[in-house]
């Protein structure tokens, strides 16, 4: 089956440390994305990539990183800097084509709490 | 920057009612997506409309695109618990050779059995 998966679903880190979240797909597709969902909030947009090692931030990038070393998988990495880690985390990708528009997919999610 | 608003936020109906959430954008859209993200999951792609004054119906949802292509909705009749979710709209947003999504802020639903 075609999809995106992320891991851990849950994830428990003490403050001051890094922590990297992993996002693999098999949809072959060139674009990538990253959100952050906090309780009754809508979708953040943290980074994306829409080609191999290279990648843009988003809105919200202060305090993460990414790499983009293969297709398939992009990682995040909140670090110590992040203010305020602990959210639901959302890997999301997409065929992207300037005159086509796709959906996007995204993965079950990665709830990161920071004690 | 370039926002898009939904509202409400939250929304809260004794199941057969009816249930709409509005988006707004700042600015032109080339497109709108739809999404459901339900409870501990994921968002899941709804529709995607494209033509200014467009409607399409996938049963007891409707939606609809604006003439300026800046706002939407979502209608639904005679909600069912199984509608519960938070729904989201994306607005394509076309600038220099390239575009991104920008998605709403959500609408929670909640149905009252």
């Known amino acids: 089956d075609g999809g995106i998966t992320q891991s851990p679903k849950y994830l428990f880190r003490k403050e001051g440390q890094n922590v990297t979240l992993s996002c693999e797909q098999n949809l072959n597709h060139d674009a990538m994305y990253w959100y952050r969902q906090d309780p009754g909030q809508g979708l953040r947009l943290i980074y994306y990539?829409?080609?191999?090692?290279?990648?843009q931030k988003g809105d919200i990038a202060e305090g993460y990183s990414v790499s983009r070393e293969k297709k398939e998988s992009f990682p995040l990495t909140v670090t110590s800097a992040q203010k305020n880690p602990t959210a639901f985390y959302l890997c999301?990708?997409?065929?992207?084509?300037?005159?086509?528009?796709?959906?996007?997919?995204f993965g079950q999610g990665t709830r990161l709490t920071v004690v | 920057g370039q926002q898009v608003m939904q509202i409400p936020q939250y929304q809260h109906v004794q199941e057969g009612e009816d249930f709409t959430t509005y988006c707004n954008s700042s600015t032109t859209l080339s497109n709108i997506q739809w999404y459901k993200q339900r409870p501990g999951g994921h968002p899941v792609f709804l529709i995607q409309l494209v033509k200014s004054g467009e409607v399409k119906k996938q049963k007891r949802l409707t939606f609809q695109f604006g003439e300026a292509k800046k706002n939407s909705s979502l209608h639904i009749t005679a909600t069912q618990t199984t509608d519960v979710g938070t729904y989201f709209c994306a607005g394509k947003v076309t600038t220099s050779g390239t575009y991104k999504y920008i998605f709403g802020t959500g609408t929670r639903l909640k149905v009252l059995a």
């Open positions: 999301a990708s997409r065929y992207w084509h300037l005159d086509e528009d796709r959906e996007t997919f």
């Open positions: 990539s829409q080609i191999v090692n290279d990648f």
